[in-house]
């Protein structure tokens, strides 16, 4: 039987492409959303993918998700914690609610689908875990102390879930993309990007279907001795 996947944030941009690759690979995947039905939609006709809706940021929400996903598709041997916001400002100018928030649905998102997921995983002895994290929380970003600080979040998340994990053939990785071609990068003020894409050795945005690639890789049957690592994506920007 083919497996199961959960892509959180998985009807745009970077979640659009894993779904994709995943289908791709033969996995049945469901793409959770927390934002526009009408996206979401417009998604599933698209590809065929169902989507789910439901907030990361919510515990019980992720529970009760994870089990209308199990019931109406099987059990969940995959996660790509995927979904994340931005609110960016310099600390000065930043609200406790932007901080809060991103915290919440970034950082928190993970922590809530891996409860939702991994007794599962555990008792059929096979689990995939790849959590998005970012260059921004590897060097940090002017700007982005609530963002860095969440995604820095995940990846000690990673390693220290891939530690209780290994034994139960359960693998937790990260893949820390660089500045990619989506609506969240869009969002940064031209001038400020294009002072970013001036660093970036490769000259260019990444396509979020390299991203797609790299969790491809680690979500494979025989990818199962790699966790507790983190693939950067970047461009050649942060070499860490
Ligand atoms: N280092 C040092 N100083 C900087 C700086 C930097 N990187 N960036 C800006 N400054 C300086 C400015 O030159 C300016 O100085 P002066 O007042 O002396 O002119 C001062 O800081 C204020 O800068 P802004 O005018 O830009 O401040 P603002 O409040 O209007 O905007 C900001 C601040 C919202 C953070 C804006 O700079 C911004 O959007 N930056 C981009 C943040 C970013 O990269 N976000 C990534 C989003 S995509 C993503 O997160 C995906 C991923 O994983 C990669």
Excluded at 105 to 115: D, E, I, P, Q
Excluded at 119 to 148: D, E, H, L, P, W
Aim: charge should be neutral; glycine fraction near 14%.
């Amino acid at each position: 039987m083919a497996r199961v996947a959960i892509v959180t944030g998985g009807t745009r941009g970077i979640g659009e492409a894993i779904s994709l690759a995943l289908t791709d690979l033969g996995i049945t995947v469901a793409a959770n959303y927390g934002g526009s039905d009408e996206n979401a939609r417009a998604f599933t006709e698209r590809t065929g993918i169902k989507s789910y809706k439901w907030n990361v940021a919510d515990h019980q929400a992720c529970l009760d998700g994870v089990a209308q996903v199990e019931a109406e598709l099987g059990p969940v041997d995959i996660v790509v914690n995927n979904a994340g916001i931005t609110r960016d400002g310099t600390l000065m100018k930043m609200s406790y609610e932007a901080w809060d928030e991103v915290i919440r649905v970034n950082l928190g998102g993970c922590f809530n689908m891996a409860k939702a997921t991994f007794t599962g995983m555990k008792s059929r002895g096979f689990g995939r875990i790849v959590n998005i994290g970012s260059i921004n929380g590897q060097a940090g970003q002017y700007g982005q102390v609530n963002y860095a600080a969440a995604k820095s979040g995940i990846h000690g998340f990673t390693k220290a879930l891939a530690q209780e994990g290994a034994r139960f053939g359960i693998t937790v990785n990260a893949i820390a993309p660089g500045y990619i071609d989506t609506d969240m990068v869009a969002a940064v003020p031209p001038e400020v990007l294009e002072k970013i894409v001036a660093k970036i050795p490769a000259g260019r945005l990444g396509q979020a279907s390299e991203i797609a690639r790299g969790v491809a890789f680690l979500v494979g049957e025989n990818s199962g001795f790699v966790t507790g690592s983190t693939l950067s994506i970047n461009g050649g920007q942060h070499m860490y």
